[in-house]
């Protein structure tokens, strides 16, 4: 099973940026399409974006569209999510995910996940 890392979460201002990243130590990521979700306290997990295995596919929530930029780096087995104009109502635990044998987007059945890492937004 894919085993996923993220990594970057953190406290910002609003109107900050963070940058969280999605690895996978014994497993080669480029074969894969690459989910983002997140879950905020009391609410239900959400999809927040999404890249196809070769990276020419994206897409967005629109709650987060013109403000978040997925992206992926197969040469670094990594995909980064880049959050600029962050709002309080981002804070939430944010995963990446994965969906055996699917390469393009959405991840329709995730079946690895990553444990997670807190993004919080709070002046």
């Known amino acids: 099973q894919l085993q996923l890392v993220e990594s970057g979460g953190g406290l910002v201002q609003p109107g900050g940026s963070l940058r969280l990243s999605c690895a996978a130590s014994e497993f080669t990521l480029k074969y894969y399409a690459i989910g983002w979700f997140r879950q905020a306290p009391g609410k239900e997990r959400e999809g927040v974006s999404c890249?196809?295995?070769?990276?020419?596919?994206?897409n967005y929530a629109d709650s987060v569209k013109g403000r978040f930029t997925i992206s992926r780096d197969n040469g670094k087995n990594a995909v980064y999510l880049q959050m600029n104009s962050l709002k309080p109502e981002d804070t939430a635990v944010y995963y990446c995910?994965?969906?055996?044998?699917?390469?393009?987007?959405?991840?329709?059945?995730?079946?690895?996940w990553g444990r997670g890492t807190q993004v919080t937004v709070s002046s």
């Open positions: 995910a994965a969906e055996s044998r699917r390469i393009s987007c959405p991840i329709r059945i995730v079946t690895s």
């Open positions: 890249i196809s295995s070769s990276g020419g596919t994206t």
